[in-house]
């Protein structure tokens, strides 16, 4: 490369970069595209297929020629699916298997970290005695206890 070519004035943007079509903030109908997070605030999500659209932030409107850096990827809203329902019981399967990870068999205390059960077994203070600090765990339910 010479300076000569380095000195030329800086390229327009490129409008289609991805070859994606690209929207101006604001401009992008609502009905058909919209991007993920919007999808995300509707319960849905885009389920697999690409982006069919760019849109370009609030702050390039006034700057048409500026590259955009923080372009959002639009979806088209037909082809969204509904965000799958299962999260609760994924989030209550993924807690017993950490539950169980950090519960000391002995002593049944669920700490806040997860224990060496396959070297040791317990928590520390059930192996050699070294009292655990407090604030780390959860004292075990009563079991054989009424709630009063
Ligand atoms: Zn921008
Ligand atoms: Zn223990």
């Known amino acids: 490369m010479t300076t000569r070519t380095r000195r030329r004035p800086r390229q327009a943007h490129p409008r289609l970069p991805q070859g994606l079509p690209e929207y101006d903030w604001g401009t992008a109908p609502a009905e058909e595209f919209a991007t993920r997070r919007q999808l995300r605030a509707a319960g849905l999500r885009p389920g697999g297929h690409a982006p069919v659209a760019i849109l370009r932030c609030k702050a390039c409107t006034t700057r048409p020629l500026r590259a955009c850096t923080r372009l959002a990827y639009l979806y088209r809203v037909d082809l969204a699916k509904p ?15 950490m539950a169980a990870r950090s519960t000391c068999p002995v002593c049944r205390r669920r700490y806040h970290y997860v224990l060496p059960l396959r070297t040791l077994g317990s928590c520390l203070e059930c192996w050699d005695g070294t009292p655990a600090d ?3 765990y959860i004292a075990p339910r009563p079991t054989h206890q009424l709630a009063a």
């Open 83 to 97: 965000v799958r329902p299962m999260t609760l019981a994924r989030e209550a399967a993924l807690d017993a298997a």
């Open 134 to 136: 407090p604030s780390t």
